[in-house]
């Protein structure tokens, strides 16, 4: 096994080196993973854990057909873009059949923030305008340009306060968002939810600014698991271009054929963005990522006369193995897989829900679900404490890693590798159950007690640790 340092002294040199602010999951009593292998992970003493978390490894942890496309391509030749090479313009052949309209363009670039903050450079030469509108809980990424619109991360104390020219649109939850479905019974949810960015729209159209783009998450991961009403991005789209703003879908998280019935999140509306960005899945734990257009807005930006270049964005390796990762997407069915698998997943959370009160919602599409746990189903107030016990139970029990998320930290999150299957979901389910039970039985709070006082010899409280559990993953 490929362990170099003992457990305590990758600790030891981690606190060194490493700054503070990168943090650890489960950080009282943090990972090492030393291997991974489909939908399992296998820490230094050879525990296998099932990964309910890790989007990134798409088509599994080390699929031997892209390990094999990036050792092959990578004892080739890796350079930079400015040359010609068959895995580059494969690959956006590939990615841009998948995609639906005119999206026929690709930028390719290292991660989900290099793509997000092109894709708004992009929206901004084409509309030569500036102000964006963005959803609340949003994250698009670490860089500073989308840090700003990023609600997650500027909402949190120590945040950069919001700049004038982002705006900031209720995240279409109908169960615990701005309008909810039990305060509006029979409403048109899209239309509510869409009505303040079409006002910020006219806003902005009556100051003679205009807007250059609306960019949200096709479904609201951060925030939460979120699926928007249906309707929500078709009157969000038609207000924007009324506006003369362009639309951007970041299907970062969801895209790849995740939600089971689309191979992009977005289709599940029926819209078709004007700028689609792409990264984690597509590399499959690779670097890579990529901006998707239309021939327009990439002339637009052509136009200006300043070339984009980026070195190692859409190099032979990183190619190489995207074009592997949507290879084996069609070859293993993982599109169907996800919607099978995911439909009996949500199926029995929700037959979950009959028997344990702390479960207040189900929701999800394919392989991206959550479980939202509250205190209360009438008043909905969230349970964060039982949903930080539940992911710390699942992981150290029953060596089942889910995470949680949402404003209130209290949705157990799943959205785990695509090749997760029946048997995996029965094991998820089977440990889940017996937390519930343990919390029916006990309840959290003297679970908390136990945990809590661990965790203080460890120099931070539970609650702490846990804030910063899994953000931005
Ligand atoms: N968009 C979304 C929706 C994301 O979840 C993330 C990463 N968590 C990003 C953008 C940023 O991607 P990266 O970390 O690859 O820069």
Same mark, same amino acid.
């Given at each position: ?234 009157? @969000?789209?038609? +207000?924007?271009?009324? %506006?003369?703003?362009?639309? /951007?879908?970041? =299907? ?5 054929? *995740? $939600? ?56 032979? @390796?990183?190619? +190489?193995?995207?074009? %592997?990762?949507?290879?084996? /997407?069609?070859? =293993? ?5 996800? *919607? $099978? ?133």
């Amino acid at each position: 096994m490929s362990e170099k340092l003992s457990k305590s002294d990758t600790i030891k040199l981690r606190n060194k080196h490493i700054g503070q602010a990168c943090q650890l999951f489960y950080r009282s009593d943090p990972l090492k993973i030393v291997r991974g292998q489909g939908q399992y992970m296998f820490d230094e003493l050879g525990n296998r854990y099932l990964d309910c978390i890790n989007n990134v490894a798409h088509v599994g942890h080390c699929h031997p057909k892209v390990v094999r496309a990036g050792s092959l391509q990578m004892a080739t030749i890796s350079t930079n873009n400015r040359f010609l090479h068959d895995e580059l313009v494969q690959c956006a052949k590939t990615l841009t059949s998948k995609m639906p309209g005119d999206l026929s363009v690709c930028f390719f670039v290292n991660s989900g923030s290099e793509a997000n903050d092109l894709a708004l450079r992009l929206a901004r030469n084409y509309t030569k305008r500036h102000d964006v509108i963005t959803l609340d809980h949003a994250y698009h990424g670490h860089l500073t340009a989308v840090m700003e619109i990023s609600p997650y991360k500027f909402n949190q104390p120590g945040g950069e306060p919001k700049p004038d020219y982002i705006h900031v649109a209720p995240c279409p939850d109908v169960y615990r968002g701005k309008f909810i479905d039990k305060e509006h019974p029979g409403a048109d949810m899209a239309q509510l939810y869409s009505a303040p960015v079409v006002e910020v729209c006219q806003k902005l159209q009556s100051q003679g600014k205009g807007l250059a783009a609306f960019i949200a998450e096709s479904l609201q991961s951060c925030g939460g698991q979120i699926i928007p009403p249906p309707g929500y991005f078709r009157a @969000v789209y038609d +207000a924007v271009h009324a %506006a003369g703003g362009l639309t /951007i879908a970041d =299907e970062v998280q969801v895209g790849f054929g *995740r $939600v089971g019935t689309h191979y992009w999140a977005f289709e599940t509306q029926d819209v078709v963005p004007d700028i689609v960005t792409v990264a984690k899945p597509m590399g499959n734990g690779h670097p890579v990522g990529a901006v998707v257009t239309t021939p327009e807005i990439a002339h637009a930006f052509y136009a200006t006369g300043v070339a984009y270049f980026n070195t190692y964005g859409g190099n032979p @390796v990183s190619c +190489a193995i995207a074009n %592997a990762v949507m290879h084996v /997407i069609d070859e =293993e069915g993982l599109q169907e897989n996800a *919607r $099978v698998v995911g439909d009996y997943l949500l199926k029995k959370c929700r037959e979950f829900s009959l028997e344990f009160g702390i479960i207040g919602d189900v929701r999800g599409a394919g392989l991206f679900v959550g479980i939202e746990l509250v205190k209360n189903r009438d008043t909905r107030e969230p349970d964060t404490k039982s949903a930080h016990w539940v992911v710390n139970r699942m992981k150290s029990l029953h060596k089942v890693l889910v995470s949680s998320d949402g404003p209130n930290d209290n949705v157990i999150k799943l959205k785990p590798p695509m090749c997760f299957n029946q048997e995996n979901a029965d094991q998820f389910l089977q440990a889940f159950r017996e937390c519930l039970a343990m919390l029916v039985k006990e309840g959290s709070d003297a679970h908390f007690m136990v945990g809590a006082a661990a965790e203080k010899s460890s120099g931070a409280t539970m609650f702490e640790s846990h804030q910063r559990l899994i953000k931005s993953s």
